[in-house]
């Protein structure tokens, strides 16, 4: 056979360069390169920066929950320092209410609740919109019927004024009271709303809609794995 020096020269390149594209693959490739959740919201370009592979990019300032001071079904005092370092999932209710689609939701709820029974980082959060009725007492009561988990979820009310501001304010959600024959009619966003622990608002998601649910229990372990890793990196 004719020797072929070009031929052994090729091969013998292509075995030196093979392991280096390879590491390539695994060092830029094969990153989590997930893509984080949107952070909804009114936000402002701030006067500060921070620098992205040496480019000073300007900061951004993202709508917040106002903190508050409310009280849960066992009548204890429930403020943002409670959900310190919590994914929080919260959505409107009152007890009174019996609607296909407030019967729906809790029932979601409460299937969320099970399924994270045993992360710390992720909590649950009804709040109210008939605060002057649904006192701790009530919520108790409604807790206990609706066969919630009390360790994972919060009921909660407090002053009205509160109430109203969180919701409309920081959730950036409707609830509308109305009288209709003398009894009180609430119309209302019947989402779920998925919070970070920055209190930034990450998704919202309709209740009564079965392929939003799914989207927010990936997006729940989405959010998870994203303040894993900010805890990781110091941030």
């Known amino acids: 056979m004719k020797y072929n020096p070009i031929k052994k020269i090729l091969i013998l390149v292509t075995i030196l360069a093979v392991p280096g594209f390879l590491y390539y693959l695994l060092q830029e490739k094969g990153k989590n ?17 921070h620098s992205v592979r040496g480019k000073q990019v300007p900061d951004t300032i993202y709508h917040v929950l106002p903190n508050f001071n409310l009280v849960n079904q066992n009548g204890t005092k429930v403020n943002w320092e409670t959900y310190k370092g919590k994914i929080v999932l919260f959505n ?3 007890t009174k209410g019996n609607t296909p689609g407030m019967q729906a939701a809790n029932q979601s709820m409460a299937k969320f609740a099970q399924s994270y029974a045993n992360n710390s980082m992720v909590h649950f959060v ?23 988990h009390p360790a994972k979820w919060d009921l909660l009310t407090g002053d009205t004024a509160t109430v109203k501001h969180l919701i409309g ?13 003398g009894q009180p009619k609430f119309t209302f966003s019947n989402m779920f709303v998925l919070v970070d622990t920055e209190h930034r608002i990450r998704g919202y998601y309709e209740a009564t809609n079965a392929e939003a649910l799914s989207k927010l229990d990936d997006e729940i372990k989405v959010l998870i794995a ?4 900010n805890v990781k990196d110091g941030r």
């Open 33 to 49: 390169r997930y893509r984080p959740l949107s952070i909804f919201g009114p936000k402002q370009i701030a006067k500060t920066f």
């Open 92 to 94: 409107l209710f009152y």
């Open 126 to 148: 009804g709040l109210t919109i008939d605060p002057s009725t649904d006192q701790p007492a009530q919520l108790q009561q409604y807790l206990s019927h609706e066969n919630k």
């Open 169 to 181: 304010q920081g959730l950036l959600l409707d609830a509308v009271k109305t009288m209709v024959q």
């Open 226 to 229: 994203e303040e894993l890793r």
